[in-house]
């Protein structure tokens, strides 16, 4: 192999392109030119690169950046994008704010609206506990039915979701359901008969050999004092009406025995830090389209 | 002989070939790179940010074993549609603890940035056991073993150790402390709750799991998620002093 940089004759006789003066056993390389389009496309984007460079932040200094030209920032620029999202919500979103709940759902433009914006925002919060429908799941109540453990009024639905049950907020939803099992207060056969008791409520079939009597008993000193002495419930704590159809963990006698074991108490989280009034709003009117109860 | 002709010595020679490759790659990443560990502006003053408690430390350490950033992301860009789903857009300075960070750059499951706080306890639990027992049309694998398995922290505070080296600004106390207080906030009314939360300013301490005296590996990981994002107030941040 020998490499000839400086080859006297450089051009191919037979394509008449030149070639890289490069020899291998008598093989000379083509030097094809790159396309000239390509080329000049290159040298565009060079240009352009440095366009780019003086218009945008672009070059790291000792202690800052060139900003470039435009002072353009990303967060500048969401913040403006943000700021014309509100301004073009404005009139609606205002609206909703100066109207009372009862309002909003009396005129159909207000409504359509808050029904509209709660089913964003309850796609986006609420779907994954509660269901892409509000169908909810296990442990999750369903929002479609009219039982409700906290009240169903839009009021008590827009409470609801500014402090949540149980979580952080001061002014949560509070009431537990104590571990009758579990911290001893009930023995493992009073559980039992008062299972199949709050099972019968609801006109569920039980075993015959329980003792609906002490079931009753042991219901009336330790369950009536929360979930009514029918067992219909109490929303102000939010004590589940026991006497419907409408289970929460499930019907089935062991599911019942484990939650007088163990007790209950979901957690749904508070919205007032997270989400802005406006939201709520449109929220609780959506959930009381749902299947909301009274005024 | 123009200049162009000198490329003759780096065809010929394989060892200056590497060198002249190596420098014009570190160029590039010595622009790029080098000035975010300088410039100030990179990372905002915030208050609120602190080390991740030795509980959610060992949460993160499942997280990233079970590989949960190959479908999560940790970063809510400065994007309209990203703000408005999943709240204020990642900060810099919330992930300036983290080694390595989370950020990702796949999003088969939803952004996890801000997740704390924003489902309930017992939904993560239901949800990391079978996420299709709550989101019928989830993806998601389910994790039934974490709630199953006795989460091992023996060497957490070895953890925070290497992290302190890293600038995670670990004090001896914390770190002597890491098992007592890994302990007290993964139960109810634990006595170390309020030394826990000296060290660590708003560390929430609770039975995160439903198995009393027991901390599982479910539990440290949803202490985690549950911080996730809520270190930072953003009543009081100021977002005009950081614009770039």
């Given at each position: 192999?020998?490499?000839?940089?400086?080859?006297?004759s450089?051009?191919?006789?037979?394509t008449?392109?030149a070639?890289?003066?490069h020899?291998?056993?008598?093989?000379r390389?083509?030097n094809?030119?790159?396309?000239?389009w390509?080329?000049?496309?290159?040298?565009?984007?060079?240009?352009?690169?440095?366009?780019?460079?003086?218009v945008?932040?672009?070059v790291?200094?000792?202690?800052s950046?060139?900003?470039?030209?435009?002072?353009?920032?990303?967060?500048?620029?969401v913040?403006?994008?943000l700021?014309?999202?509100?301004?073009?919500?404005?009139?609606m979103?205002?609206?909703l704010?100066?109207?009372s709940?009862?309002?909003?759902?009396?005129d159909?433009?207000l409504?359509?609206?808050a029904?509209?914006q709660g089913?964003?925002?309850?796609g986006d919060n609420?779907?994954?506990?509660?269901?892409?429908g509000g169908?909810g799941?296990?442990?999750?109540?369903?929002?479609?039915?009219?039982?409700?453990?906290?009240a169903g009024?839009?009021?008590d639905?827009?409470?609801?979701?500014?402090?949540?049950?149980?979580s952080?907020?001061?002014?949560a939803?509070?009431?537990?359901?104590?571990a009758f099992?579990?911290?001893?207060?009930l023995?493992?056969?009073e559980?039992?008969a008062?299972?199949?008791?709050?099972r019968s409520?609801?006109?569920?079939?039980?075993?015959?050999?329980?003792?609906?009597?002490?079931g009753?008993?042991?219901?009336?000193?330790?369950?009536a004092?929360?979930?009514?002495?029918?067992g219909?419930?109490?929303q102000?704590?939010?004590?589940?009406?026991?006497?419907?159809?409408i289970w929460?963990?499930?019907?089935?006698k062991?599911?019942?025995v484990?939650?007088?074991?163990?007790?209950?108490g979901?957690?749904?989280p508070?919205?007032?830090g997270?989400?802005d009034?406006?939201?709520?709003k449109?929220?609780a009117?959506?959930?009381?389209t749902?299947?909301g109860?009274?005024? | 002989?123009?200049l162009?002709?000198?490329?003759?010595?780096?065809?010929?020679?394989?060892?200056?070939?590497?060198?002249?490759v190596l420098i014009?790659?570190?160029?590039?990443?010595?622009?790029?790179?080098?000035?975010?560990f300088y410039?100030?502006?990179t990372i905002?003053k915030?208050?609120?940010?602190r080390?991740?408690?030795?509980?959610?430390l060992a949460?993160?350490?499942?997280y990233?074993?079970?590989?949960?950033?190959?479908?999560?992301s940790?970063?809510?860009?400065?994007?309209?549609?990203e703000?408005?789903r999943?709240g204020?857009y990642?900060?810099a300075s919330?992930?300036?603890?983290?080694h390595p960070?989370?950020w990702g750059?796949k999003r088969n499951?939803p952004?996890l940035?801000?997740?704390?706080?924003?489902?309930?306890?017992?939904?993560?639990?239901?949800?990391?056991?079978?996420?299709?027992?709550?989101v019928?049309?989830?993806?998601?694998?389910?994790?039934?073993?974490l709630?199953?398995t006795?989460?091992?922290?023996s060497?957490?505070?070895?953890?925070?150790?290497?992290l302190?080296?890293e600038?995670?600004?670990?004090?001896?106390?914390m770190?002597?402390n890491?098992?007592?207080d890994l302990k007290?906030?993964?139960?109810?009314?634990?006595?170390?709750?309020?030394?826990?939360?000296k060290?660590?300013?708003?560390?929430a301490a609770?039975a995160y799991?439903?198995?009393?005296g027991?901390?599982?590996?479910?539990?440290?990981?949803?202490?985690?998620?549950?911080?996730?994002g809520?270190q930072?107030?953003?009543k009081?941040?100021?977002d005009?002093?950081?614009?770039?």
């Amino acid at each position: 192999m020998s490499i000839a940089p400086h080859d006297p004759s450089p051009i191919d006789a037979h394509t008449g392109t030149a070639t890289t003066g490069h020899e291998w056993d008598g093989i000379r390389e083509l030097n094809t030119p790159l396309p000239r389009w390509w080329l000049y496309m290159l040298y565009a984007s060079i240009v352009w690169a440095f366009g780019y460079m003086i218009v945008y932040p672009a070059v790291p200094l000792v202690s800052s950046y060139t900003k470039g030209l435009f002072g353009w920032s990303a967060r500048r620029a969401v913040a403006e994008e943000l700021a014309a999202l509100t301004a073009q919500r404005a009139p609606m979103v205002n609206a909703l704010a100066a109207a009372s709940l009862t309002e909003i759902e009396k005129d159909p433009k207000l409504l359509s609206f808050a029904r509209a914006q709660g089913k964003a925002a309850f796609g986006d919060n609420c779907a994954p506990c509660h269901g892409a429908g509000g169908g909810g799941a296990k442990a999750f109540p369903n929002l479609n039915d009219d039982d409700w453990l906290w009240a169903g009024t839009l009021e008590d639905i827009s409470a609801t979701l500014t402090h949540g049950i149980r979580s952080a907020d001061p002014q949560a939803r509070v009431g537990n359901m104590p571990a009758f099992g579990a911290d001893g207060l009930l023995k493992p056969a009073e559980v039992s008969a008062v299972a199949d008791y709050a099972r019968s409520l609801s006109g569920l079939a039980v075993d015959a050999k329980a003792d609906l009597k002490t079931g009753a008993k042991v219901f009336e000193e330790n369950c009536a004092a929360c979930h009514g002495p029918e067992g219909k419930g109490i929303q102000e704590i939010g004590a589940p009406n026991l006497t419907d159809q409408i289970w929460l963990y499930g019907s089935d006698k062991a599911t019942v025995v484990e939650g007088i074991n163990k007790g209950r108490g979901g957690v749904m989280p508070n919205w007032g830090g997270r989400l802005d009034a406006g939201t709520i709003k449109a929220l609780a009117v959506y959930v009381h389209t749902l299947g909301g109860s009274g005024g | 002989m123009s200049l162009w002709n000198k490329h003759a010595i780096f065809e010929r020679n394989s060892i200056i070939l590497i060198l002249g490759v190596l420098i014009v790659i570190s160029i590039g990443g010595l622009v790029e790179v080098l000035p975010l560990f300088y410039l100030k502006s990179t990372i905002e003053k915030v208050d609120g940010v602190r080390p991740y408690t030795p509980l959610e430390l060992a949460g993160r350490n499942i997280y990233i074993r079970e590989g949960c950033y190959n479908c999560h992301s940790q970063m809510i860009r400065a994007l309209r549609d990203e703000v408005e789903r999943y709240g204020h857009y990642s900060l810099a300075s919330e992930s300036m603890y983290d080694h390595p960070f989370q950020w990702g750059s796949k999003r088969n499951g939803p952004d996890l940035a801000r997740v704390g706080n924003k489902y309930s306890d017992d939904w993560q639990r239901r949800h990391l056991h079978n996420p299709r027992d709550v989101v019928p049309g989830s993806i998601m694998p389910g994790y039934p073993w974490l709630a199953k398995t006795e989460l091992q922290a023996s060497r957490i505070s070895q953890d925070m150790s290497v992290l302190a080296i890293e600038g995670v600004p670990y004090t001896s106390e914390m770190i002597e402390n890491a098992n007592v207080d890994l302990k007290a906030q993964a139960a109810d009314d634990d006595a170390g709750a309020a030394a826990l939360v000296k060290r660590y300013p708003k560390a929430a301490a609770r039975a995160y799991g439903e198995e009393k005296g027991v901390v599982t590996e479910a539990d440290a990981l949803i202490a985690y998620l549950q911080m996730l994002g809520t270190q930072v107030d953003f009543k009081i941040y100021d977002d005009k002093a950081n614009l770039r």
